[in-house]
């Protein structure tokens, strides 16, 4: 059975401090995994998506990475307005396209 | 391109009742998927449905439903309301091809049941 585990649940920064949110995940063989930004009372907002390991991703101040068993979605010099639940989801070779969610991290930006 | 669309927004209804969602896809996108959105739960798997057909289901009971209409429109019914189905009913468009489907979302049916 695929599983995702995001960690931490929660993160609290400081406007301008670095963070990374971690991602790990155990899927039989990976299509892709997808990072998303969700807004208290809407829906997802698709970021990336990784393909293979070593792979990288950048929109503005995130970064994505992804190994094997892990991606990290790295967030620099962050700002209020990056304040979201941020979700992983990983998608596996054969079968269905249905993808499989993480419960998300909560990061709150200070400023 | 306009983004996936969901009706309504917000929905408040009492135990018993039953509600439908309507979800429209991005234009040329053929698969619909359900998620029910809870703060406990976090983001569950209802069904997919793939040019008119259901493809893949997932863990609830048969009080919920779906269609998809020839347009790729798509809705869900929710019999018997209970006051557990209180979420945000999110519906995510795909488009099938290539190695991965990234699914793009609508913005949420709220639903709160008395």
């Known amino acids: 059975e695929d599983q995702v585990t995001q960690s931490p649940e929660a993160l609290r920064l400081q406007e301008g401090e670095s963070s990374s949110l971690n991602c790990s995940y155990t899927v039989s063989g990976l299509r892709g995994l997808f990072w998303y930004r969700q807004d208290p009372g809407k829906g997802p907002e698709f970021l990336f998506t990784l393909y293979s390991a070593g792979e990288e991703k950048e929109k503005e101040r995130l970064k994505a990475t992804l190994t094997k068993k892990e991606s990290f979605l790295h967030i620099t010099a962050p700002k209020p307005e990056d304040s979201a639940t941020y979700l992983c989801a990983v998608q596996a070779t054969g079968g269905s396209y249905i993808p499989t969610f993480g419960r998300g991290t909560s990061l709150i930006v200070h400023p | 391109k306009a983004g996936v669309t969901q009706t309504p927004r917000y929905l408040i209804k009492t135990r018993g009742q039953q509600v439908t969602l309507s979800c429209s896809p991005i234009?040329?996108?053929?698969?619909v998927s359900w998620y029910q959105q809870t703060p406990g739960q976090g983001l569950q798997f209802l069904f997919e449905y793939f040019s008119e057909t259901q493809r893949n289901k997932g863990n609830f009971p048969g009080r919920f439903s779906g269609r998809q209409f020839s347009n790729s429109r798509s809705e869900m019914n929710v019999s018997t309301l209970e006051l557990g189905d209180s979420a945000l009913y999110l519906c995510a468009s795909t488009t099938i091809g290539g190695d991965t489907s990234e699914q793009f979302f609508g913005p949420g049916t709220r639903l709160t049941v008395l």
């Open positions: 234009s040329g996108h053929r698969s």
